[in-house]
């Protein structure tokens, strides 16, 4: 499962996760939960950009590990994640080599894996050539996605300043660029603009993925979800219906806790006078999003 960060992949992916013979695993490509993660981070970035037919050890190492059911999940494994993280870089990059060895000798998991990620829209095609996977993608309107990230004053990665995203997407596209000094609003809403603009036409040339928007997801989500489970063979169970109905609850911060219905124009409370305009006109460079926005009486109601 994919989509840009705050589109709302961790929930849909939870919900999917609860139903029978099922395993969530949760961004395997972020140091976060997975401290395999780390050594690529510092060697691709952020947003890694990798090319099929090519050979990135380091996230075949992370991959192969997901699509073989993940972390482990007991005490001493999460204990040694947390010392991993807390070790001097040369140290965790050798032990992190013998992990990655180990990885190499997992089988396939038995059960279904629900693999998540927000940071795989520049290596898709490299996780399809290798691991076959079934995609979905979750789309949310972009003034949402970016009113997240101005909440949470998420940080903006490495896009603006990578070299292969530049070459591979927004020169051979003909995309907008970003100063990397430019104020941070103005990185943020062209970060999500970029991001949701490769997820959209990597999709257009994949007819087989499973779109689902977040808006429609929410104003039914029982149904929608349910659904969604059916499309890619997963059981709909009460313990799904346990996970979705916990989940309806005022939350704030990364939870996965909101009153669906909501959401969808949520956004409109929590921009500055101002900076919605500013939004828009960077926004307003990436054309395969105007189906995502509003129209202009919308935008003012």
């Not at 969530?24 to 050594?39: C, K």
């Not at 970029?194 to 257009?204: C, F, G, I, K, Y």
């Not at 189906?291 to 109601?301: D, G, K, R, T, V």
Request: charged share 25%; glycine share 6%; proline share 8%.
């Amino acid at each position: 499962m994919i989509g840009a960060p705050r589109s709302g992949t961790t929930w849909v992916a939870e919900v999917l996760g609860a139903t029978p013979h099922t395993k969530l695993i949760h961004e395997p490509d972020n140091p976060d939960p997975n401290p395999q993660a780390w050594r690529a981070r510092e060697l691709h970035g952020w947003y890694p950009v990798l090319r099929s037919g090519e050979r990135y050890i380091d996230y075949e190492r992370i991959w192969d590990l997901a699509f073989a059911g993940g972390w482990p999940t007991s005490s001493p494994a999460v204990a040694a994640g947390h010392i991993l993280r807390r070790l001097p870089p040369p140290m965790r990059h050798l032990l992190l080599v013998g992990l990655g060895a180990m990885t190499r000798r997992v089988g396939r998991h038995s059960t279904n894996l629900v693999v998540k990620s927000v940071h795989a829209a520049f290596c898709v095609e490299w996780l399809i050539d290798r691991y076959s996977p079934r995609i979905i993608l979750v789309q949310r309107n972009p003034l949402s996605v970016i009113a997240s990230w101005i909440a949470l004053d998420m940080p903006v990665g490495d896009l603006a300043t990578n070299r292969r995203v530049r070459a591979d997407y927004i020169d051979r596209w003909g995309l907008p660029s970003v100063d990397e000094w430019a104020p941070k609003l103005d990185q943020i809403a062209w970060s999500v603009g970029l991001l949701m603009t490769v997820l959209q036409r990597q999709a257009q040339s994949h007819p087989e993925w499973i779109v689902v928007r977040h808006e429609d997801l929410c104003i039914d989500p029982t149904r929608e979800l349910r659904l969604l489970a059916g499309q890619v063979g997963l059981e709909w169970s009460e313990n799904a219906e346990r996970r979705l109905l916990a989940s309806q609850v005022q939350g704030s911060g990364y939870e996965t806790r909101r009153v669906a219905r909501e959401l969808p124009d949520k956004w409109r409370e929590r921009y500055k006078p101002g900076q919605i305009p500013a939004v828009m006109t960077i926004l307003a460079g990436f054309p395969d999003l105007r189906l995502f926005l509003p129209s202009e009486s919308e935008e003012s109601a």
